[in-house]
């Protein structure tokens, strides 16, 4: 399994065309080649206000089998859409992302990776993509997130 102190996450700048509410984490291995999960956990959060409550995003439904391979100096993607239906009703404030890039039974707090949104965002029903080794799959995987993560578990 990979050590989270040597997965680097970050947010990566949209590409032109990108839908406002989409947002890519790169995780970076810094250390040697390891295994890594299918998709980070993440919560959405509003920084230090606490106010709109943190929230968690939808996952894709069956995940199983073996995890990724992450080489040495390797970027795997996960894109994430805060607003996919674009709700009108989305609940605006949120500023950070808290991403666990590796997350294990033994994930402690240490661990959380605070991403800073490039703006505050609008959150209604979003949803989490699983790692790719490029952003446009990532991007695309965001629409098979159907279910709340604890029914994974």
């Known amino acids: 399994m990979c050590d989270n102190a040597k997965l680097n996450a970050s947010v990566v700048p949209p590409d032109s065309g990108q839908k406002a509410s989409v947002y890519v984490i790169a995780v970076k291995n810094t250390g040697p080649a390891c295994d890594i999960d299918y998709l980070p956990y993440v919560w ?3 920084g230090q206000n606490s106010s709109p409550e943190q929230t968690r995003p939808l996952i894709e439904n069956g995940l199983g089998g073996g995890p990724h391979i992450i080489a040495s100096g390797q970027t795997m993607y996960a894109g994430i859409d805060l607003n996919p239906q674009s709700a009108s009703d989305a609940v605006a404030g949120y500023t950070s992302l808290a991403v666990t890039a590796n ?3 033994d994930s402690s707090g240490k661990d959380v990776q ?3 949104l490039p703006a505050p965002a ?3 029903g979003a949803k989490l993509g699983t790692y790719n080794s490029d952003k446009a799959t990532a991007i695309k995987q965001i629409a098979f997130a159907s279910v709340p993560e604890e029914s994974q578990h």
Do not use: F, H, Q
Request: proline letters at 17%; glycine letters at 0%; a positive charge.
């Open 114 to 116: 605070d991403l800073r």
């Open 122 to 124: 609008k959150v209604a």
């Open 44 to 46: 959405i959060t509003a």
């Open 103 to 105: 997350p294990t039974p």
